[in-house]
T-cell receptor, first 115, second 112 residues
Framework: EAQVTQNPRYLITVTGKKLTVTCSQN?????MSWYRQDPGLGLRQIYY???????DKGDVPEGYKVSRKEKRNFPLILESPSPNQTSLYFC??????????????FGSGTQLSVL | GEDVEQSLFLSVREGDSSVINCTYT??????LYWYKQEPGAGLQLLTY???NMDMKQDQRLTVLLNKKDKHLSLRIADTQTGDSAIYFC????????????WGLGTSLAVNP
């Protein structure tokens, strides 16, 4: 089954404790992206990647890191989480230069709480 | 910056038609999308329309695009309780980073 898998679904942590949210897709997509969703602010892009070893900042990259060492994986790293990073996070992926490149596939989300 | 606006809530009766509206500011928008988010789930693409089209129909869904007024609408015919969800309008500009400008979402409640 074609899917984007994020883990974990729920995470409670404390300020300053490094964490990684994993994202994996099985559709051979070139493009991957991370979003955060907050009430009243909608979806905001954190980072995106157009292919292996190619990443770029989105609208709200501060406090986050990403890497794209393999095509299927795009982990989101919070080196020193703070309470203002409490949010619902989504990973998404799509093809790049095909007719299907307009369809973003989303993971089920990771609800992060930073105390 | 570019903006996409939607009304936040819509309530309809089961069997009625729902119309969700969206306005946007980027006149260079190429693709315009409707995504659906069910409770506890990620977003899924419902439909999209290319900017050179006025209308697109897909089963119970009809998308209308008025480029002059920068207005996009999604009509759901014969709305069912399973259509209760948040509907996001998103607009893709002319750039190449696949960046979408998202509306805040319209929460659709379908009453039996």
């Amino acid at each position: 089954e074609a899917q984007v898998t994020q883990n974990p679904r729920y995470l409670i942590t404390v300020t300053g404790k490094k964490l990684t949210v994993t994202c994996s897709q099985n559709m051979n997509h070139e493009y991957m992206s991370w979003y955060r969703q907050d009430p009243g602010l909608g979806l905001r892009q954190i980072y995106y990647s157009m292919n292996v070893e190619v990443t770029d900042k989105g609208d709200v990259p501060e406090g986050y890191k990403v890497s794209r060492k393999e095509k299927r994986n795009f982990p989101l790293i919070l080196e020193s989480p703070s309470p203002n990073q409490t949010s619902l996070y989504f990973c998404a992926s799509s093809f790049w230069w095909t007719e299907d490149n307009e369809k973003l596939f989303f993971g089920s989300g990771t609800q992060l709480s930073v105390l | 910056g570019e903006d996409v606006e939607q009304s936040l809530f819509l309530s309809v009766r089961e069997g009625d038609s729902s119309v969700i509206n969206c306005t946007y500011t980027d006149s260079s928008s190429t693709y315009l999308y409707w995504y659906k988010q069910e409770p506890g789930a990620g977003l899924q693409l419902l439909t999209y329309i290319f900017s050179n089209m006025d209308m697109k129909q897909d089963q119970r869904l009809t998308v209308l695009l008025n480029k002059k007024d920068k207005h996009l609408s999604l009509r759901i015919a014969d709305t069912q309780t399973g259509d209760s969800a948040i509907y996001f309008c998103a607009v893709k500009g002319a750039g190449n980073n696949r960046k979408l400008i998202w509306g805040l979402g319209t929460s659709l409640a379908v009453n039996p």
